[in-house]
């Protein structure tokens, strides 16, 4: 639940007293609370007025319409300056200066590939902005219209696959960032993520967790990785194919240059993780399993013995 809650409104405490009753403590709970908080147009935590108020508060953001539809493309899932313009059908240009706009005021993220030099990655940071670009306003007429439950449900697909999928690996990467090196054995420098080229499978891999050796630079080319991770929030606990796609991962960095000898592997999963994943990270020093009590301090990690 507090992970639920934490990807619908983050952890700004000032938003406790806006939202009525107590907090959820179970699925049915949490339907209800969303609800009645962020879907209900009646209470000071409706997640469209909420958006416009935060919007309004810099004195920069004057066409809100425009930072709307920015938002709205980013939350999409457009994430370069490109992308974000070809979905508007707007010049490259005309959005770099709005966008750094958004990024000041802490509603989107600017994140650079930790391997190699390319576009950065463009994200919503501020749940509640996310929370109203996908979810309210797509369905407004609805939600506005008494509808909230229908809405709800409506929603649940894209509350799963763009928002809670998401958040869970930012989560994993504030986890490597600030708890593993107390936790586990892994000494992490900087950590983000990459994409890392497969030419023998005619793909790319992406790497939700990646952390540096300590005193390692981004983008260098030869830099000795200290972990790579998978997080994932699907129903579906994490199994050996993934812990496959890892290895296949650490040696394809491996081809590229980077030392990979110390390099852990970590799977983050929502749900846990089958038998013989955990067989296999009872047996293995260089495989770690963390799942949900894991990540927030309420139990151990599993593996790296």
Not at 28 to 48: H, K
Not at 119 to 141: E, G, K, Y
Request: glycine residues 8%; charged residues 25%; contains cysteine.
């Amino acid at each position: 639940m507090a992970l639920l809650v934490d990807a619908c409104v983050g952890g700004a405490p000032g938003y406790r007293p806006l939202a009525p009753g107590g907090s959820p403590q179970s699925m049915v709970e949490f339907d209800d609370w969303v609800q009645r908080t962020l879907l209900d147009p009646g209470r000071a935590l409706y997640s469209r007025v909420e958006a416009e108020i935060l919007l309004r508060e810099d004195p920069r953001i004057t066409h809100r319409t425009l930072y709307y539809d920015l938002l709205s493309a980013v939350a999409q899932g457009a994430s370069t300056p490109a992308k974000i313009g070809g979905l508007l059908e707007r010049q490259r240009s005309t959005v770099i200066a709005p966008l750094e706009v958004l990024e000041s005021a802490g509603y989107v993220r600017r994140e650079q590939d930790l391997l190699k030099t390319r576009s950065p990655v463009i994200t919503v940071a501020d749940p509640v902005i996310r929370f109203n670009q996908l979810i309210t306003l797509p369905l407004v007429d609805m939600v506005e219209h008494g509808r909230a439950r229908q809405a709800w449900q409506e929603s649940r697909p894209t509350f799963h696959s763009k928002i809670l999928g998401p958040h869970f690996e930012e989560l994993a990467r504030r986890w490597t960032r600030a708890f593993a090196p107390d936790e586990t054995t892994i000494r992490a420098g900087v950590v983000g993520s990459t994409e890392v080229p497969d030419p023998s499978a005619k793909t790319k891999h992406e790497v939700d967790v990646l952390a540096l050796a300590p005193g390692e630079r981004p983008q260098s080319a030869h830099a000795r990785i200290a972990l790579i991770g998978e997080a994932k929030a699907t129903i579906q606990p994490r199994g050996m194919r993934d812990v496959d796609r890892l290895q296949r991962i650490r040696d394809l960095l491996a081809g590229l240059g980077h030392h990979i000898e110390d390099a852990a592997l970590v799977l983050c999963s929502l749900h846990g993780f089958p038998p013989d994943v955990q067989r296999a990270a009872a047996r293995r020093r260089d495989l770690l399993l963390v799942d949900l009590p894991a990540l927030y301090g309420d139990g151990p990690v599993h593996g790296g013995r």
